[in-house]
């Protein structure tokens, strides 16, 4: 049930990005300097209401309109697009991310990209799926054969150009697609090897990484600790190369 609901929010938020991309999108400053446009908005505006439609009583934290806190086990974390400047430049690298996390752990992912039509779901201990075909990560083993991505909000430079800098030597061709949630699926789906990603909210990363993770992927902080919705980086890997970038991480 909780799926199928995820499922159809991401669908239908999907729908209004795709029939909006083309049109003048001009981006606004919020508070923290990122971006977001009207339809970020519309989009959010549907999830939210399929999500109280069926769970009235589950508390959700959305990207726009903030924690609508509950006495709920139940929290959903909702990003209504992310990729807002691929979506208002018109680069066509954009998704909708949906999870459902229940006393803290995270049991349903869902990551819709709609311009490709691929549709990226987990449930916690039942794999992971893009569209109706089973996903899993890589078996790459060697970092100098690995494709890693990045991804960082706008204000994150320096801890950026540091890491870039100690992991690009090592391995083979680096990938900046600008959507963190992307970025774990095509981990997931073995499109990458690896994924580093500084992502400024949870709901940036939690479907992701449940998708990753589920996909027989590993996921940590960049420390090597394990990761947590209070994360401020994640390194998302095929789990076979992960302590060898751990260790250049350390150095």
């Given at each position: 049930m909780y799926l199928e609901v995820a499922i159809k929010a991401a669908?239908?938020?999907?729908?209004?990005?795709?029939?909006?991309?083309?049109?003048?999108?001009?981006?606004?400053?919020?508070?923290?300097?990122?971006?977001?446009?009207?339809?970020?908005?519309?989009?959010?505006?549907?999830?939210?209401?399929?999500i109280k439609e069926n769970f009235p009583t589950h508390s959700i934290n959305a990207e726009e309109s903030g924690f609508s806190k509950k006495d709920s086990e139940y929290l959903w974390l909702v990003d209504p697009l992310d990729g807002t400047t691929n979506y208002a430049t018109h680069l066509p690298l954009f998704a909708v991310s949906i999870a459902l996390v229940v006393k803290n752990?995270?049991?349903?992912?869902?990551?819709?990209d709609p311009?490709?039509?691929?549709?990226?779901?987990?449930?916690?201990?039942?794999?992971?799926?893009?569209?109706?075909?089973?996903?899993?990560?890589?078996?790459?083993?060697?970092?100098?054969?690995?494709?890693?991505?990045?991804?960082?909000?706008?204000?994150?430079?320096?801890?950026?150009?540091?890491?870039?800098?100690?992991?690009?030597?090592?391995?083979?061709?680096?990938?900046?697609?600008?959507?963190?949630?992307?970025?774990?699926?095509?981990?997931?789906?073995?499109?990458?090897?690896?994924?580093?990603?500084?992502?400024?909210?949870?709901?940036?990363?939690?479907?992701?990484v449940l998708i990753v993770e589920e996909a027989g992927g590993k996921v940590t902080e960049l420390s090597g600790k394990p990761w947590s919705l209070e994360s401020k980086d994640i390194l998302a890997t095929n789990g076979k190369i992960h302590e060898q970038l751990l260790e250049i991480l350390k150095e």
């Amino acid at each position: 049930m909780y799926l199928e609901v995820a499922i159809k929010a991401a669908k239908e938020a999907g729908k209004i990005l795709k029939e909006n991309y083309h049109k003048a999108n001009k981006p606004t400053l919020k508070q923290d300097a990122s971006w977001a446009t009207e339809i970020d908005k519309l989009s959010e505006n549907k999830i939210i209401s399929i999500i109280k439609e069926n769970f009235p009583t589950h508390s959700i934290n959305a990207e726009e309109s903030g924690f609508s806190k509950k006495d709920s086990e139940y929290l959903w974390l909702v990003d209504p697009l992310d990729g807002t400047t691929n979506y208002a430049t018109h680069l066509p690298l954009f998704a909708v991310s949906i999870a459902l996390v229940v006393k803290n752990e995270v049991q349903v992912g869902v990551v819709y990209d709609p311009v490709h039509e691929n549709l990226y779901v987990a449930e916690k201990n039942k794999g992971a799926r893009l569209n109706d075909a089973i996903i899993r990560v890589t078996a790459t083993e060697k970092l100098k054969d690995s494709m890693i991505g990045y991804t960082r909000p706008w204000y994150i430079k320096e801890k950026f150009v540091k890491t870039f800098s100690k992991v690009e030597l090592s391995t083979r061709t680096p990938k900046m697609l600008g959507s963190t949630a992307l970025h774990l699926c095509y981990v997931a789906s073995g499109v990458l090897d690896a994924s580093i990603v500084f992502p400024p909210s949870s709901w940036d990363f939690a479907a992701g990484v449940l998708i990753v993770e589920e996909a027989g992927g590993k996921v940590t902080e960049l420390s090597g600790k394990p990761w947590s919705l209070e994360s401020k980086d994640i390194l998302a890997t095929n789990g076979k190369i992960h302590e060898q970038l751990l260790e250049i991480l350390k150095e």
